[in-house]
């Protein structure tokens, strides 16, 4: 037995409530069963509970034994002395608040069937718990639940660029900055991206705009990836230059975020990677005001702009390409568009005022192509068309968030499956 899955029975109701009697056989009745509390504190605040005709006010809380009550110390916390009912699996024990007062416990009716549905759910090995389930509900009732995946996903982003905005001190174009650093990670690599992002300065990028070879020293400087002592002509040129910048500019010192190179495409190789944003950057110097008039649907030729000759020839230092350097395909530009650019232009023009931002935001999703990656794949090997990129956004948050970590609980699939076993 476990403690969320009493929760979850109590916040639904999903038990005989005629069936709730003190251990002195008091009968118990729910008139309301409180906020559901996700803080620290009881598990129901603000519950009223009549108790053998009397109605009190007050907290709930709920454990699997009642000797839980002890073994977490609420007997000691003054915070748990305006639970009015303690709700058990198991009645081990009469529990007492901080004074020495009891606090009145039932024992919680649980039906079999629901527990025998929670516990398959959470034994399976498949990475989607319920995944041929689904096949018993309604179309409209997962349809549903995707189109709240989406907008969950979307409302998650849309905090995180204004997290980063209130870092960046209202710097919309600093914000922007780090969100494509991000982008280019494209997985992996993203958190090292963003680590490089964080330690090179706006005002570094703006003067070095339109000169490749700066941007490269600059990145693959702070990056911590420049050869030491260099190899060749090149990174030897990059070594010197990356320290007449750092000086002139000010840089703090390279950030070596722990670059992730195993068991990767070469094209996929930081390195490689870091090549593109320095040509991307070049090539755009007025990136806030490409992203922001196209509403994040930035144009393919955005990418275009070409990557220096050495890495052309070369995807990492000294190794060069046995099939040649592809430069940046479709799916990374659709990529870019929904990790970064759109996600970006929706919450400035949220935070403009604009009415219909995040529908439009919706709409754009819509007409983007689906991911294709692991996770969506998943998906698609039960049987789930993905049409578009709102819907792998939805599943990528759906897994990621519910499936993965096992939250049925949470889940409105997973809920409707436990009661309905």
């Not at 004074?99 to 516990?119: A, F, N, R």
């Not at 494209?186 to 490089?196: P, S, W």
């Not at 144009?299 to 430069?327: N, Q």
């Not at 949220?350 to 998943?378: C, D, F, H, Y």
Request: with cysteine; charged share 20%; net charge positive.
């Amino acid at each position: 037995m476990q403690e969320d899955f009493l929760q979850y029975l109590w916040k639904y109701g999903l038990f005989p409530a005629d069936r709730l009697l003190t251990e002195s056989g008091e009968k118990v009745e729910v008139i309301s069963i409180g906020q559901f509390n996700t803080d620290a504190g009881p598990d129901f605040l603000y519950s009223r509970i009549r108790i053998d005709g009397t109605l009190w006010v007050g907290h709930t809380e709920i454990h699997v034994k009642a000797t839980d009550w002890f073994r977490h110390k609420h007997h000691e916390d003054p915070e748990y002395d305006p639970v009015v009912l303690h709700v058990v699996y198991e009645r081990d024990c009469q529990v007492k608040r901080s004074g020495g007062l009891p606090v009145p416990t039932v024992l919680l009716p649980v039906k079999q069937t629901y527990l025998d549905s929670y516990h398959r759910i959470l034994s399976t090995l498949s990475p989607v718990p319920c995944g041929h389930s689904w096949k018993k509900l309604e179309p409209f009732e997962v349809e549903s639940w995707l189109v709240s995946m989406g907008v969950e996903r979307m409302q998650v982003k849309s905090a995180w660029v204004l997290g980063l905005l209130k870092e960046n001190k209202g710097g919309w174009e600093e914000t922007l900055t780090q969100l494509v650093f991000r982008s280019f990670g494209f997985g992996i690599n993203q958190d090292a991206f963003e680590q490089l992002g964080r330690s090179v300065p706006l005002n570094a990028i703006r003067r070095s705009a339109g000169n490749l070879f700066k941007l490269e020293a600059i990145l693959f400087g702070q990056a911590g990836l420049i050869p030491v002592p260099p190899h060749d002509a090149y990174s030897r040129a990059l070594s010197s230059e990356f320290d007449f910048l750092k000086r002139k500019l000010n840089l703090p010192d390279a950030c070596h975020p722990g670059w992730k190179f195993l068991r990767m495409r070469p094209s996929n190789f930081p390195t490689v990677r870091i090549a593109q944003l320095a040509a991307f950057l070049a090539g755009n110097p007025d990136l806030l005001n490409s992203v922001l008039t196209s509403g994040g649907h930035v144009d393919h030729s955005s990418f275009e702009f070409p990557v220096s000759a050495y890495w052309k020839v070369h995807y990492d230092f000294e190794k060069k390409w046995t099939t040649g350097y592809a430069g940046i395909g479709p799916e990374t530009i659709n990529l870019f568009r929904i990790n970064a650019a759109v996600p970006f232009a929706a919450t400035f023009a949220n935070r403009q005022g604009e009415k219909r931002a995040r529908e439009q935001w919706m709409e754009t999703l819509e007409q983007l192509p689906a991911e294709s990656n692991r996770i969506t794949r998943i998906w698609a090997s039960y049987g789930y068309r993905v049409p578009n990129a709102f819907y792998s956004q939805a599943f990528l948050h759906l897994f990621n968030v519910y499936c993965r970590p096992r939250k049925c609980l949470s889940c409105r699939i997973g809920q409707f499956l436990i009661r309905n076993p």
